[in-house]
């Protein structure tokens, strides 16, 4: 979690709270949210961040059992102005709400909530020193600002808040009572008691600092009266821990008048104690998520088991700092020693270490004598985890080439931790150990700074020039440190000159290289390539042109089934050469992407692989794009069956919209302009995506391939009215006459009837429509023309053509279209029930396919 000692961005961030109120607040202003139904909907979504929370849920929150007739419409206009009111304040886009079935999700840094910044601070201050942990404790309650949730709904309730209240504020007197703080405790304890007379552990912190404070006859008064109370109320005793607490009172126990720390364990004779660790990294930041991660698995009761956390992650994203940064933070907590082992798993020049050379070093170091080692693998394994059986030890093994590797230099004590790092993600040893997993990430830019600037000296290099170098390095903490040694001894004029030589793609590596050092990005990568089984795959992703990449296509390109190309991408993803974000997309960071490209085939390999590549997009958005509405071009036999249904057209096209633009840039000019083509259909659903029309024009005209040119001027006519447009439908025109194409001069006058708002023009269109044979393609002409003539007063004519726009159509977003036309038709007649009719279910049929359109719907009935 960013939570920490961050400033804040220079844009405005909305913060969320329900402890308390339910509120968004923007630099401290409280943001105007609506009546209590938008702040319901808002607090269940806070609730359940960036979890998809089913409308029923929804209903049941606000309602209960008797909900209205039009719950769900309401829910839906909630949902839109919750989503205006995001985009008032929140220009950056950072929180919005998803539409996802069944129900919304609110995507959201959940440090923006208070609820979770409580969370945090008390895990935090779990292991920290009582001051520290106190101040954290005091900053948690303060955000509680009275009753939670308090002015929404009482059938939206979240127990688990009370609950985390009771649990941070006897976290916090706990602290207090470590830092002495007995006698300021009692009046708030007594009260406290008072109030919730049942809650064991504060009535046991009551009894401590009554007996600190010499009142030990009131600390066992204390206890009676609890006793008594539990009794007659609940028919229950004391619990066990409150019991022995009374009877050390009872017993004037002396060992309760101050907190004392465990006693060391004093080495046995012969025996040293380690301190193996790796010293703490200069210029640490970040990471803060992780080290609560790290302090929880500390403070996990594993049973009999020795707790083991594996830190993966690809080379140089920091693996071995933060392992080293926690061990010396904690490392009090291991009286008995900490052992460390460079397994050198990934090591360019040397062979990953055995493990039974790792236990011979291991025993030596604990005071075992050179002629006591024993001989066989196992045997040493067993005499160390003798040793080590009832110690408090952190063993620290760095560079796992695999799990068979640290298998053996697993401790079988439960008082020992194990903390492992790797470049692949170890799952076998979850199922065999019951280990942590822990996949690392890139920085993001605030920590990315830091970095940089504590490496180089503070404020040497100005803000904009770090943000510049931190934003080229991805985040990538190995490359931050290697620009920061590069800068530690330069003026700051280097900076642009390597800033210059970072922002090349060409350089970007070889400029990521530490001087006079074989420190370097590149050769960790490197490394990680050539012990892939199958390096093919990744030499592949090297011609990839998007940002992310899924199976389907990945089969394309090695011409091979889909389940067999998940497979290697997922084989990539263990080495962490690509991340899986979501079910089957794939994407690189762009380090490991310039990398992947020096590797990449060149020649005919390379030529057929962007073909095979090429054609399994073109026929994938002509099939996804056939959901929309009817395909004018081309006369094609795509399958759409792959494809369950329009939402996951729109789905795909959303995803692979940044690749369908850049295979503009690889694929033929006849390919390319089809491709354009195709993916304009997407338009009608999402009206931004627009930019491939263009760039598919002007392939097609350079190319001089007419065909190509009529289409995409046809595309271009539907985006935009202008003089230039009306010259592209006449162009259409004139080309469909040259090569004698029916299909083409329907799209053309169509065209132009669009550009002119002409009424000629549309009933041409639909003459060589009819000619045609497929009655859906007519159906866009007709709600149009519908429109027209309803303008005229011909409502009559007007509303024929738009119930043929309806009867026609062959997908759910064309009978929409088809509705919406009737709906307004009827609306210009005066039959505004019978419009409203119609919009609702064209609302309801847009929302399968596209969530702006149908909060459009919803506007307009809202406005009727």
């Known amino acids: ?113 208070d609820v979770s910044r409580a969370t945090w601070l008390l895990n935090r201050a779990r292991h920290d020193h009582p001051v520290r942990r106190a101040e954290m404790l005091r900053e948690a309650l303060s955000l509680w600002r009275g009753p939670v949730l308090a002015d929404v709904s009482p059938r939206i309730n979240a127990p688990e808040l009370e609950d985390l209240r009771f649990a941070v504020l006897e976290a916090r007197i706990e602290a207090d009572l470590e830092l002495g703080r007995h006698a300021e405790l009692i009046g708030e304890l007594a009260t406290f008691a008072e109030a919730y007379p049942f809650r064991e552990q504060m009535i046991a912190h009551l009894m401590l600092a009554l007996y600190r404070t010499g009142r030990r006859a009131d600390a066992l008064e204390s206890y009676q009266r609890f006793a008594r109370r539990a009794a007659e109320d609940l028919g229950i005793d004391p619990g066990p821990a409150l019991r022995e607490l009374h009877e050390r009172v009872l017993n004037d126990d002396s060992t309760l008048l101050l907190p004392v720390p465990a006693p060391l364990v004093p080495p046995k004779v012969g025996v040293i104690v380690p301190a193996q660790l790796p010293p703490a990294p200069v210029g640490f930041h970040g990471r803060d998520e992780e080290l609560v991660w790290l302090d929880q698995l500390l403070a996990e009761d594993h049973g009999a088991a020795t707790p083991i956390g594996v830190i993966s992650g690809p080379a140089g994203i920091g693996k071995t700092a933060l392992a080293a940064l926690w061990g010396r933070m904690v490392d009090h907590e291991f009286p008995d020693g900490q052992l460390f082992v460079s397994l050198r798993g990934f090591h360019p020049e040397y062979a990953p270490l055995e493990p039974g050379d790792v236990l011979t070093q291991f025993l030596l170091t604990l005071g075992v004598p050179a002629n006591e080692v024993p001989v066989d693998t196992d045997d040493r394994a067993a005499l160390y985890r003798s040793l080590l059986a009832h110690r408090r030890v952190l063993v620290m093994l760095d560079d796992a080439r695999d799990s068979a590797q640290v298998r053996l230099l697993l401790p079988g004590g439960s008082r020992a931790l194990v903390l492992i790092t790797s470049r692949v993600r170890l799952e076998g040893m979850v199922a065999r150990s019951g280990a ?23 404020g040497r290099i100005d803000h904009a020039r770090l943000e510049q170098l931190a934003t080229l390095c991805g985040g990538w903490p190995q490359a931050l440190r290697i620009v920061g040694a590069r800068l530690a001894a330069r003026q700051e004029w280097v900076a642009d000159e390597l800033i210059s030589e970072i922002g090349d793609q060409r350089t970007r590596l070889a400029a990521l290289t530490a001087e006079h050092s074989d420190t370097s990005v590149r050769a960790g990568f490197d490394l990680t390539y050539r012990r892939l089984a199958e390096p093919d795959s990744f030499r592949l992703l090297g011609l990839f042109p998007g940002p992310s990449i899924s199976p389907a296509a990945m089969a394309a390109m090695q011409s091979v089934d889909v389940a067999e190309a998940r497979r290697n991408l997922r084989v990539l993803a263990d080495a962490f050469l690509v991340t899986e974000t979501n079910r089957d997309v794939f994407v690189m960071h762009d380090l490991i992407r310039l990398h992947a490209k020096e590797l990449a085939p060149v020649g005919e390999e390379r030529s057929a692989a962007y073909d095979r590549l090429v054609l399994y997009y073109l026929s994938s958005a002509d099939a996804t794009r056939r959901f929309f509405g009817p395909a004018a071009y081309p006369l094609g036999k795509s399958d759409n069956s792959g494809f369950g249904d329009a939402a996951q057209a729109v789905a795909w096209f959303e995803r692979e919209w940044p690749t369908l633009l850049a295979l503009l ?43 190509g040119e009529a289409w995409l001027r046809a595309a271009r006519c539907s985006l935009e009215y202008s003089k230039e447009t ?55 002409a007709h709600a149009r023309l519908a429109l027209l003539q309803a303008e005229m007063g011909n409502y009559g004519t007007a509303e024929r ?41 064209a609302a309801e049929l847009y929302a399968q396919v596209s969530v702006e359109r149908a909060e459009q719907m919803r506007d307009l009935i809202d406005g009727v």
Do not use: C
Request: no cysteine.
């Open 726 to 780: 009306v010259s592209d439908a006449a162009r259409v025109i004139e080309i469909a006459n040259s090569l004698s194409d029916t299909r083409l001069a329907a799209v053309g006058y169509e065209a132009l009837a669009t550009v002119q708002n002409g009424v000629a023009g549309y009933e041409k269109a639909l003459e060589y429509y009819g000619e045609l044979g497929e009655p859906a393609l007519s159906g866009p």
């Open 1 to 113: 979690m960013s939570t920490g000692e961050t400033g804040e961005d220079d844009h405005a961030v909305v913060r969320f709270g329900v402890l308390g109120p339910v509120q968004a607040v923007v630099n401290g202003e409280p943001v105007a949210l609506g009546g209590p139904g938008v702040r319901g909907l808002l607090a269940m979504l806070l609730l359940r961040p960036n979890e998809v929370v089913p409308v029923e849920d929804i209903l049941d929150g606000l309602w209960g059992d008797d909900p209205p007739l039009t719950a769900r419409t309401i829910v839906q206009n909630y949902v839109s102005r919750l989503r205006r009111q995001l985009r008032l304040v929140d220009p950056t886009g950072s929180v919005w709400i998803d539409t996802q079935l069944p129900g919304y999700q609110l995507i959201v840094d959940e440090d923006l909530i």
């Open 436 to 458: 942590w997993l822990l996949d690392l990430e890139a920085l993001p830019v605030p920590d990315s700074i830091r970095v940089i600037d504590t490496i180089v000296g503070a």
């Open 665 to 707: 840039d690889v694929a033929a000019p006849s390919d390319a302009w089809r491709l354009a083509r195709m993916a304009h259909d997407f338009w009608v659903v999402s009206p931004s995506r627009a930019s491939l029309v263009h760039k598919g024009l002007s392939i097609a005209v350079s190319a001089g391939d007419l065909e």
């Open 801 to 841: 053509h738009a119930r043929t726009a309806v009867d026609v159509s062959n997908t759910v977003f064309a009978e929409a279209s088809g509705r919406e036309a009737l709906g307004r038709v009827l609306s210009m007649r005066g039959a505004n029930s019978a419009a409203q009719q119609q919009w609702q279910q």
